[in-house]
Nanobody, 118 residues
Framework: QVQFVDSGGGLVQPGGSLRLSCAVSGFPINIYHMSWYRQAPGKERELVAF????????NYADSVKGRFAISRDNTKSTMNLQMNNLKPEDTAVYYC???????????WGQGTQVTVSP
């Protein structure tokens, strides 16, 4: 049974930091690329950060470059997103996403709310 536990969201002031975590079970994370997406109210879901199955390739949306850092630990089946210097426009529900390297199989986490407000 595939399970995701997305955690670490909350309310933070502008300039603050949060660390999101995604713990997965039920599938071999080492053969899945992992990503964080976010969706703000009234907007489409957008890619925030991507990390390849081995961790050797990482990409960020331009809006978060230099502020966010994605990482993974395949031995613990976890992925993290360190978010620094948060801005009000970072407010959104953040989702963990796993895509099998070969084939169409993919999974979404349940999401965690991040709110950046004074």
């Amino acid at each position: 049974q595939v399970q995701f536990v997305d955690s670490g969201g909350g309310l933070v002031q502008p300039g603050g930091s949060l660390r999101l975590s995604c713990a997965v079970s039920g599938f071999p994370i080492n053969i899945y690329h992992m990503s964080w997406y976010r969706q703000a109210p009234g907007k489409e879901r957008e890619l925030v950060a991507f990390i390849s199955n081995s961790g050797g390739s990482i990409n960020y949306a331009d809006s978060v470059k230099g502020r966010f850092a994605i990482s993974r630990d395949n031995t613990k089946s976890t992925m993290n997103l360190q978010m620094n210097n948060l801005k009000p426009e970072d407010t959104a529900v953040y989702y963990c996403y796993a895509k099998r390297v070969l084939g169409p199989t993919a999974y979404w986490g349940q999401g965690t709310q991040v709110t950046v407000s004074p």
